[in-house]
């Protein structure tokens, strides 16, 4: 270590112990004292590179704790020994061997901006310059858009058997966001049963009672075009600062970092900053948080450390007062036996329904035809024919892509690593089991594979899917999406 910098640093933390007592506004400054040296005896400067200055704390709480805690006494210390415009940056140690005086791995957590004028800019994506957020005299938050849509209000939102107990969860987080055992809340099921708009409800009825928190809702995918444009510019220590003054962050689709090791780095400490701090984590996915391939175990973990909450597809009365609420809100009043039938025809899903019910009320009113059973089930015959797919290759390959959150040049790349080789080999195996293709065909529809490959791959689907739970369900799912 850099003997000068040492010295530098024994001389913040002189000053720093010097100024405990009219830092803290406590005056049993013996305790202050113990604590302080209990704190900082841990702490170590590792490098001061044009005017940057990285420390190594063992662990996240020590920098949580000094940025609560010590940041102003820190920064003033800072200005003292090194001069204005110094930048913070942390160094969490990993892995201390026994016998080494350095740590073995370090993972950079951002940096701190000790005087409150300086200012950072926001990721790429974002439209306006934001303050740098750790806690530090004289900054404030700013403004952003929260990205919420009014209609998905708690107003508007159906409750049935199928969703009753995510939606009561959801009503008690908006009135403590981050203060309930439900942090995270994580919400999954299939395809338009509901769960963007129960998110987005507790984000709008937080705005609604807290005014000042900052609520942000975006889809998974937006975060990663985020994240990759700001690790372009070299600005992941601003990206990770903007997320961090979230109050209550709404992401979702959380499935498709699946693979994207570097983005899901990034989650991660955003997820621990926001979860340390006390702020809302609200999270949702097609799957349960278990069976998304190619994610880090320790974000796994995470999701589970809260609640996670499955909405199923709505059965058949919450599927009739949804039709209900909404034509209602049309002004269109339906007799019961054209409700019963509405409610019979669309069984998936919310969004589904919400869909035939639109298709009817534009048939109707382009027609000027009164609305009638006979013109329902003739609308929605016809929408069956328009929308009804042909199962070939190409669909199949859609329909596994879209289920593992991965794309389609993946599927069809050489690559063997398990996250792309599984659906890949699952892929062939219903190609073959659901068209007439033969093994050489869908050799050549995935990438150009040899047909002795699609025959390994197909056997291997059947032999693997009676023994391993998760395959069997990976066939059982994607069954069910390709046949539907």
């Known amino acids: 270590m850099d003997e000068n910098l040492m010295m530098i640093w024994q001389k913040c933390l002189q000053f720093m112990r010097d100024n ?3 830092a803290e506004d406590n005056s049993d400054l013996k305790k202050l004292e113990k604590s302080f040296d209990m704190l900082f005896d841990k702490v170590q400067p590792l490098s001061l590179v044009a005017n940057n200055l990285t420390l190594i704390v063992p662990s996240d709480f020590y920098k949580e704790y000094i940025e609560d805690n010590y940041l102003s006494l820190l920064s003033a210390a800072l200005k003292k020994n090194l001069g204005k415009g110094v930048k913070l940056w942390y160094s969490v140690m990993e892995n201390r061997p026994t016998g080494e005086e350095k740590p073995v791995t370090m993972n950079m957590k951002g940096k701190s901006v000790p005087t409150p004028k300086m200012q950072e800019t926001m990721p790429q994506g974002f439209s306006a310059n934001i303050v740098n957020p750790f806690v530090v005299p004289g900054i404030r938050k700013v403004n952003i858009d929260s990205n919420l849509k ?5 107003d508007n939102y159906i409750e049935g058997e199928s969703n009753k107990f995510a939606a009561t969860v959801a009503r008690s987080i908006a ?3 981050g203060a309930t055992a439900f942090n995270p809340l994580f919400l999954h099921g299939g395809y338009g049963v509901g769960k963007t708009h129960l998110g987005q409800a507790v984000g709008l009825e937080v705005k609604n009672q807290f005014p000042d928190k900052v609520v942000l809702y975006l889809s998974s995918e937006k975060f990663i075009q985020q994240f990759i444009s700001a690790a ?3 600005k992941q220590t601003e990206f990770a600062n903007f997320y961090q003054m979230v109050d209550v962050l709404i992401i979702d689709d959380i499935q498709f970092l699946s693979g994207k090791s570097a983005t899901q780095d990034s989650f991660f400490h955003i997820f621990d900053h926001l979860h340390q701090n006390g ?4 999270l949702t996915s097609d799957k349960a948080p278990a069976d998304i391939m190619d994610i880090q175990e320790r974000i796994v973990s995470r999701f ?3 609640l996670s909450a499955e909405i199923k597809s709505p059965d058949l009365s919450t599927r009739r007062q949804i039709i209900v609420d909404k034509l209602s809100r049309d002004g269109i009043v339906l007799p019961g036996d054209m409700l019963d039938f509405l409610a019979a025809e669309a069984k998936t899903n919310v969004r589904e329904l919400i869909g035939v019910i639109n298709s009817v009320i534009a048939y109707s009113t382009v027609y000027r035809t009164d609305l009638s059973l006979e013109l329902l089930k003739d609308t929605i015959n016809k929408i069956a024919a328009n929308q009804k797919k042909v199962i070939n290759i ?5 329909v596994v892509c879209d289920y593992f959150g991965i794309k389609k040049e993946q599927l069809l790349s050489k690559t063997r690593k398990r996250e792309i080789a599984l659906p890949r080999q699952l892929a062939m195996y219903f190609s073959k089991e ?4 033969t093994f050489t065909k869908i050799g050549e529809e995935m990438g150009g594979k040899d047909h002795s490959t699609v025959m390994y791959a197909c056997d291997t689907i059947k032999d693997v899917s009676k023994i391993d739970k998760e395959v069997k369900k990976y066939v059982k799912d994607l069954a069910e999406r390709i046949k539907k």
Do not use: V
Request: proline residues 7%; positive net charge.
């Open 20 to 22: 405990l007592n009219a």
């Open 150 to 154: 009014s209609d998905y209000s708690f």
């Open 175 to 177: 009135k403590r966001p």
């Open 232 to 234: 372009k510019a070299h």
């Open 279 to 282: 702020k809302q984590i609200i």
């Open 304 to 306: 589970k450390w809260g």
């Open 394 to 398: 190409p669909y199949i390959q859609e």
């Open 434 to 437: 659901l068209t007439n293709a």
